[in-house]
Nanobody, 122 residues
């Protein structure tokens, strides 16, 4: 299990941008994928994006395609989520996640961050 720490959340007006960061620490057996989920008030946690160990394979939730970009740092323990053209419906707590291989489902995640708040105003 990894320790994941997110940063970069905040309050932004509709149409603005934010860049979330997540850093992982701890020893692992081998390679791991990283990604993001989000949970809005009163809603279930939902998948946002993920990226493979190599950075060559990415998954995105359909509604976020074209606005969000996931990337991995030069050191593989870091992942970023660039969010552009933010909308009020993007308001949620965003959770960094890690799994043994690239994922889209909560059940495939073995490590979670504490979450960072993203609030988009009208």
């Amino acid at each position: 299990q990894l320790l994941l720490v997110e940063s970069g959340g905040g309050l932004v007006q509709a149409g603005g941008s934010l860049r979330l960061s997540c850093a992982a620490s701890g020893r692992t057996f081998g390679n791991y994928a990283m990604g993001w989920f989000r949970q809005a008030p009163g809603k279930e946690r939902e998948f946002v994006a993920s990226i493979s160990w190599s950075g060559e394979s990415t998954y995105y939730a359909d509604p976020d395609k074209g606005r969000f970009t996931i990337s991995r740092g030069n050191t593989k323990n870091t992942v970023f989520l660039q969010m552009n053209n933010l909308k009020p419906e993007d308001t949620a707590v965003y959770y960094c996640a890690a799994g043994a291989s690239n994922f889209r489902r909560i059940e495939e995640v073995h490590s979670w961050g504490q979450g960072t708040q993203v609030s988009v105003s009208s």
